[in-house]
């Protein structure tokens, strides 16, 4: 049996790391009929646009793609294509694995740090629903606000104040809990933790917090308990082994995926999935480097990892903990891994990009 899974190729060090990504997901023996397609800035320079409706059109077909980075411009330009991908496709759960391999560089390399950061996908301020500064509407709903509002007036003038809008809704909120907990069961898990600041936001995050508590009566089995954001990120620092699954609204699952990535050696390591009903994205956590392009250097773990997540989705079991665990044994070695991965970023010994993937093929 064949499957058919979308490689998109992405920008700057993305070529190299999905061609590397590639060749290792290919050693396992699984068989994959790679549909290759372009996306990012390169591509927008050709073809006028950074999402051309062919990548759209091969992930209805496919319904799972393996990603490689891709450059969102900040502050202008067009907007997030990875988050226009999760909320065109309905890929409401965001999982990133945060786990410490024997051998990473990191603070934390005698913790057993395993965690999972769960994220919403497809509400909270990633939404995009703003509100330009200057704009008549932008006045008109501040004027709205202080109407209706007892104590969240805004007290500057409407020309000087953009807005941004948090929608969290009962059904998204229960459907990526009911995902978390499912997790949990059938990978072992034995607690989930929701992650809020329901002590300010009553509304949004208090509905988070009030679904989360309702959807985790429905398993007894799993541990279940809150934290505060800002607290969380205290807990992780200090005690990253205490925890084990973290649910949280999109933008916090953002910032502490990267956080939690730190713990265990930095987004070099950090794997991604987006789940949904109808199709699945596996992507790195990090971005696209593009000052790295071309020069064979930049660690390939993270996309290789998310190929791991990939071939455990298609239910390829087997082939998914061998890789891993080829992965795991390189990093270990110590040998053939990129700057990044040694004691020494300076070290001689390191290897490139694509002679890291070597090795790996070569465990598997």
């Not at 990012?40 to 006028?48: F, K, L, Q, T």
Request: glycine content about 8%; hydrophobic content about 40%; overall charge neutral.
């Amino acid at each position: 049996m064949a499957y058919e899974v979308t490689l998109i190729t992405g920008d700057g060090t993305g070529p190299e790391l999905a061609e590397a990504a590639r060749r290792c997901v290919d050693a396992t023996g699984v068989k994959i009929n790679w549909d290759v397609q372009e996306a990012g800035v390169d591509v927008m320079a050709r073809v006028g646009t950074p999402l051309p409706d062919s990548v759209l059109e091969s992930i209805k077909r496919t319904k799972c793609a393996l990603k490689a980075p891709i450059t969102t411009p900040v502050g202008t330009g067009f907007r997030s294509i990875n988050v226009y991908l999760r909320q065109a496709f309905g890929l409401y759960a965001c999982v990133r694995p945060c786990k410490i391999y024997k051998g990473v560089r990191s603070y934390y390399s005698q913790v057993p740090v395993d965690i999972v950061i769960m994220r919403e996908n497809t509400e909270d301020l990633y939404a995009g629903t703003e509100f330009e500064r200057g704009k008549p509407e932008t006045a008109d709903l501040i004027k709205w606000i202080n109407e209706n509002s007892k104590t969240g007036k805004i007290k500057t003038a409407a020309a000087e104040t953009g807005v941004s809008i948090k929608p969290i809704s009962v059904s998204a909120t229960e459907r990526i809990y009911k995902y978390s907990f499912e997790y949990a069961r059938a990978n072992g898990r034995k607690k989930v933790t929701a992650v809020h600041k329901a002590n300010i936001m009553k509304f949004s995050d208090g509905l988070w917090l009030e679904v989360a508590r309702q959807v985790a009566q429905q398993y007894p089995d799993i541990e279940f308990e809150d934290r505060i954001v800002d607290n969380m990120c205290m807990q992780l620092v200090q005690k990253p082994e205490l925890y084990d699954v973290l649910v949280m609204p999109n933008l916090y699952g953002d910032v502490l995926s990267d956080l939690a990535a730190g713990l265990v050696g930095g987004l070099g390591v950090a794997p991604g999935a987006n789940i949904g009903p109808d199709g699945a994205v596996f992507e790195a956590t990090h971005g696209s480097a593009p000052k790295y392009k071309g020069q064979n250097k930049v660690n390939p773990t993270a996309l290789i990892l998310s190929g791991m997540l990939m071939l455990k989705h298609l239910g390829e079991t087997s082939a998914s903990q061998r890789l891993e665990k080829a992965v795991a044994d390189v990093i270990a070695e110590g040998k053939h891994v990129t700057y990044d991965l040694k004691d020494d970023r300076n070290d001689p010994t390191a290897v490139g990009t694509q002679q890291m993937a070597d090795a790996i093929c070569k465990k598997l």
